[in-house]
């Protein structure tokens, strides 16, 4: 679970659910999730007296209405309470859920020794302590081709989506927001397949609800019992106390053309990908703590159980399960298998972690890991000086009035009081340490100082300081970088620049001082520097994306904490996830230069992964009866590896002085490459994948404990495909090839007859080949391929290929193919 995590001066919006190991002197109680035997509703097939089967087919829909249904649900619940009734005294426990529907536990908050009792209990299978997850934090539509491409075949934007729910484990919403309201657009009927509640907020005692919004609930017990819930800023109510929540279901599920207006100014107009499709709010992540897997894993079982058919995710862990070895089993990747069983498609955010190597915190194949991308638009601006120089900088901002020069003055200059040097006066922060006389009419400048990068300094206030001074503009100049610093344009009612290039700063300073007199205790006795502040408010459109985002993490996969690689790509695929506008929370307090307004600009895979939601939403819309796996292959294998210029993505990334360089991107940054909603519409083969192949591979996984399999899963091992890398994915993995391998795949033919031919390409150190070289598949159809490669050299390094199958009525399917060689 991904909550903000900063980089530098930027807050990615990716959240963290916090599981917390509470800090404690004593052996106090702790949170603990806890497994049992006996099948969950989704899995089970009868054989306890009293109660029929309620598991259905894989993909397939669960009628939780009904009588057997809800009875089983009871007897599971009755089971967990009396486990602990016969195991420990009342009043020495708190149980927090039951888990009934995707697995079959609950989360408890205990004491270690009462952990330890329940381990040895008969019946129990597995008791892992609750970790911490965080939050990984409108141009967008047009740059994908939305309103051209996709939203007509739908019936245009006021269908694209329609009945289609798409649920957000996130910080909540604020429902009375434009992106969501629902008295402009055609009414909302009723959706049966979908049974969720809403609540009712306790301040205004109406609901959440407007038929856009199609259920709202919250989770916080486990935070409640770890004592990290204050209510005075996290509400209890599906309320976001946060701006994250809002800002995701925005960006997949938004209203279409909601003007973005801030400080006078229109930004242009925001829309959700799928802006028919309706929202389900399970509050689950909160301001301050991220949030807690007890409470997640309770939102995700229950978004299944209410009807979902979308599960939106912008949350990670923000350390490995202390218990568990392998990536893909936790008691949160369980619960996704689980959902993904029920029918239901998961888009996840990849992590915020890059540009390094590893950093992934979205493992399992049954996810669709979503990578961050930086679209086309550019905000720049520049700061022009007395003498002729013209420094470059970033800023939101309108211009100071044309064909004027103003003086520059700097904070440190404008002292009331020498004796406020404490307050850090230069990050000007504060009005009321500073003279407005001798500020107002002039440039303010100020100086980005470590405030900024943790949160305490924001360039909003720096805004509010010049206007409440009567500045005509002001400049914040950074002096020093530290490796990860990023700094994002921010909107601001007055002229302002932020110039980020130290050697620019470097200028601007230099020429100050040179202009500026003081008399010998350095006291400034007149002000000669000029200059004036270009318009930032438009942006610059760049034929250079998508590129992958500096932060966005990167592979190869892992399939267990101690970093082994994975035969499996992450991360899927990339999806817009910079720099993104979309409603926000007024009283969202996660980022400090948003606080109080109606949208915000923010980066993250938290902003990839609900566009990747809102555009699945669409392919769900299309083709009903497609099993998750064949939604994420369609979005997968139509993706493109080339920018808008028509050439290969570019990756951001470090350089050996740390600065910001490009580099052609791998599948490690990119997965199958960036998403192409268009052509996801009509993919013409699919990969298809269901609960029985996820199962072979986890069994074929070398180092995993089978009876760690059935604990998660409640199915024995006895299903195997041979090798992990034969899962029939839109891609192919082999970290360590020996000599040579051959894998299979099964594509399925979802449009008319049609002709492929195969051909293959990989770098010099593997060989590679496909058989058959061409197939034809009647509609419906579904043939094998195999694909072999063969280690030539070894390079002690991954080499990167793909299986592109062109179709003579114009389909185009490519997967990524990836491999290491290694000596026998």
């Known amino acids: 679970m991904l909550k903000s995590v900063k980089m530098g001066a930027l ?27 006996g099948e969950p509703i989704i899995s089970y097939k009868g054989g306890v007296d009293g109660f029929e089967a309620t598991a259905v087919e894989s993909d397939e829909k669960i009628d939780t209405t009904s009588d057997l249904v809800t009875s089983y649900a009871r007897h599971l619940e009755l089971k967990h309470d009396m486990l602990l009734g016969l195991l420990f005294e009342r009043g020495t426990y708190q149980k927090l859920y039951s888990y009934r529907h995707l697995i079959n536990g609950f989360s408890v908050h205990v004491s270690p020794e009462q952990a ?32 051209t491409g996709v939203w007509p075949t739908g019936g245009g934007f006021d269908r694209a989506g329609e009945n289609i729910v798409i649920g957000f484990v996130d910080s909540g919403i604020y429902p009375h927001h434009p992106s969501f309201a629902s008295h402009h657009t055609d009414p909302y009927g009723p959706v049966p397949k979908y049974r969720g509640k809403c609540e009712i907020d306790p301040d205004t005692k109406k609901d959440f609800c407007n038929g856009k919004i199609i259920g709202a609930q919250h989770f916080a017990k486990a935070a409640k019992a770890a004592g990290a819930f204050n209510p005075s800023i996290d509400f ?4 976001d106390g946060d701006g994250h929540g809002s800002h995701t279901a925005a960006i997949a599920a938004g209203n279409n053309g909601i003007p973005v207006r801030m400080h006078g100014h229109e930004f242009g107009k925001a829309s959700g990908m799928a802006p028919r499709a309706r929202i389900a709010v399970y509050k689950a992540l909160y301001r301050l703590f991220g949030g807690f897997v007890a409470d997640v894993v309770a ?16 949350v990670g862990p923000n350390s490995p399960p202390a218990t568990t070895k392998t990536t893909y089993l936790n008691p949160f990747d369980a619960t996704l298998l689980a959902a993904v069983k029920a029918g239901v498609f998961v888009a996840q955010a990849a992590g915020n972690g890059g540009p390094f190597p590893k950093t992934l915190v979205s493992y399992s194949p049954w996810i669709a890991s979503v990578a961050a991308a930086v679209d086309d638009r550019r905000y720049k601006n520049h700061l022009t000086l007395g003498n002729g120089k013209i420094l470059a900088g970033i800023g939101l901002s309108p211009s100071t009035h044309l064909n004027q020069t103003y003086t ?5 200059d404008v002292l009331l009081d020498s004796s406020v040097q404490r307050y850090s006066p230069s990050d000007c922060q504060k009005p009321e340490l500073l003279n407005k006389n001798l500020i107002e009419g002039n440039i303010l400048l100020c100086g980005y100082s470590f405030n900024f990068v943790v949160g305490t300094a924001s360039i909003k206030k720096v805004s509010e300081t010049a206007k409440t001074l009567g500045a005509a503009g002001f400049v914040l100049a950074v002096e020093n970088v530290s490796p990860g610093m990023k700094f994002d344009p921010v909107p601001v009612g007055v002229p302002g620049i932020l110039i980020v290039d130290v050697s620019k700063s470097m200028d601007l300073i230099d020429y100050y001082n040179i202009s500026t007199s003081r008399d010998w205790t350095g006291r400034v006795k007149s002000f000669k520097s000029k200059g004036s502040i270009g318009d930032g408010l438009m942006p610059i459109l760049h034929k250079s994306a998508p590129q992958v985002a500096l932060f966005s993490a990167r592979g190869p996969n892992i399939k ?38 109606g949208f915000a600009m923010i980066s993250g895979t938290s902003m990839a992964a609900p566009h990747i939601a809102g555009i699945a939403a669409l392919v769900k819309q299309k083709h009903p009866t497609w099993s998750p796996a064949a939604i994420k292959s369609a979005l997968m294998t139509t993706s493109t590896t080339m920018d808008r210029g028509g050439r290969p993505i570019q990756a951001q990334q470090y350089s050996e002085t740390e600065a910001l360089k490009l580099v052609t991107a791998t599948p490690f940054d990119y997965g199958s490459g960036h998403v192409n909603p268009r052509a996801a519409l009509d993919p013409g083969l699919i990969f298809d994948a269901g609960y029985e192949d996820y199962l072979g591979f986890l069994c074929t996984t070398p180092g995993i404990d089978v009876h760690e399999i059935r604990n998660y899963t409640n199915t024995p091992c006895n299903i195997s495909i041979g090798q992990p890398s034969n899962l029939n994915t839109p891609s192919i993995t082999i970290s360590h090839l020996v000599g040579t391998k051959t894998v299979t795949r099964t594509v399925t033919n979802v449009a008319e007859e049609e002709t492929y031919v195969i051909k293959t390409r990989m770098a010099p150190a593997i060989a590679i080949e496909a058989n058959p070289p061409a197939m034809t598949l009647r509609p ?20 990167f290929g793909e299986v592109l199958m062109k179709g003579n009525r114009g389909h185009q399917v490519r997967i990524p193919v990836v491999a290491m060689g290694y000596q026998r």
Request: proline share 6%; glycine share 6%.
């Open 116 to 147: 330890e009792t329940l381990r040895r209990a008969p019946g129990v299978k597995s008791v892992e302590r609750d970790w911490k997850v965080r939050r990984l934090t409108t141009h967008t539509p047009q740059f994908l081709g939305l309103p």
């Open 408 to 412: 520059l003055v700097a904070a440190n």
């Open 780 to 799: 419906g159809a579904s043939r094998k391929f195999s694909v072999t490669l063969t280690a030539r050299s070894l390079t002690g390094t991954y080499s």
């Open 11 to 37: 807050k990615f919006g990716f959240r963290v659910l916090v599981f917390w190991a509470l800090l404690v002197v004593v052996a106090e109680a702790e949170i603990y999730i806890v497994t049992l035997e």
């Open 560 to 597: 267990d904490f101690s970093f082994q690689d994975a035969d499996l790509l992450k991360p899927d695929i990339l999806a817009p996830g910079s720099l993104i506008w979309a409603a926000w929370s007024p009283n969202g307090t996660d980022e400090p230069n948003y606080v109080g307004e």
């Open 236 to 239: 209890e109510s599906p309320l």
């Open 299 to 314: 939102a995700i079982d229950q978004a299944v159980y209410d009807g979902v058919d979308i599960l939106s995710l912008s």
